[in-house]
T-cell receptor
Framework: GIQVEQSPPDLILQEGANSTLRCNFSDSVNNLQWFHQNPWGQLINLFYIPSGTKQNGRLSATTVATERYSLLYISSSQTTDSGVYFC????????????FGKGITLSVRP | DGGITQSPKYLFRKEGQNVTLSCEQN?????MYWYRQDPGQGLRLIYY???????QKGDIAEGYSVSREKKESFPLTVTSAQKNPTAFYLC??????????????FGQGTRLTVV
């Protein structure tokens, strides 16, 4: 099945700093999503981005499907950005499944 | 408000007992999913359903069972055959079946602990 690798596994930032989170995947996809898991465990949808670039406030994401990677940018980080960030991908085809990476744990310090 | 509701948030079970986790959605989505998350890990697919009265095994279906009698409901039973049931369980739904690239949305999760 498709492989999803996220890097770095852990990231510590000072409040106000910028960061880039990376997701590499091993095959073509027709769905790529970025999620933020908050301290209570809920998965919050950040971006649905199988290709192209999107922005939402301080967050933006870019997926280069031909090169099989996606980047999540966090600018002017805040303590509330702390948590785990997951990338999940779904290849095309009947019965293919959304496959998750292991996540990136972000800690933003005041 | 539209969304996915899981209940209960916390569940304690004695070894040897079956327990059922509830998942309800009012998004009119066709597909529903159950994932399991262990500490420090990503999510792994247990079961999914593309339509009412249909469901398929995911990657780790052993020890679990599901039903899909109504479009909006997809309960998961953790049976006594599941050897390591303590985990965080997440339910999800999407408007289209898997493989069509539809965005998935998640409930708030149920934390199951076997005591």
């Amino acid at each position: 099945g498709i492989q999803v690798e996220q890097s770095p596994p852990d990231l510590i930032l000072q409040e106000g700093a910028n960061s880039t989170l990376r997701c590499n995947f091993s095959d073509s996809v027709n769905n790529l999503q970025w999620f933020h898991q908050n301290p209570w465990g809920q998965l919050i949808n950040l971006f649905y981005i199988p290709s192209g670039t999107k922005q939402n406030g301080r967050l933006s994401a870019t997926t280069v499907a031909t090169e099989r990677y996606s980047l999540l940018y966090i600018s002017s980080s805040q303590t509330t950005d702390s948590g785990v960030y997951f990338c999940a991908v779904e290849p095309p085809g009947a019965n293919s499944k959304l496959t998750f990476g292991k996540g990136i744990t972000l800690s933003v310090r005041p | 408000d539209g969304g996915i509701t899981q209940s209960p948030k916390y569940l304690f079970r004695k070894e040897g007992q079956n327990v059922t986790l509830s998942c309800e959605q009012n998004l009119n989505h066709d597909a529903m999913y159950w994932y399991r998350q262990d500490p420090g890990q990503g999510l792994r697919l247990i079961y999914y359903s593309q339509i009412v009265n249909d469901f398929q095994k995911g990657d780790i279906a052993e020890g679990y069972s599901v039903s899909r009698e109504k479009k909006e409901s997809f309960p998961l039973t953790v049976t006594s055959a599941q050897k390591n049931p303590t985990a965080f369980y997440l339910c999800a739904s999407s408007i289209l079946p898997p493989g069509n690239g539809a965005e998935a949305f998640f409930g708030q999760g149920t934390r199951l602990t076997v005591v």
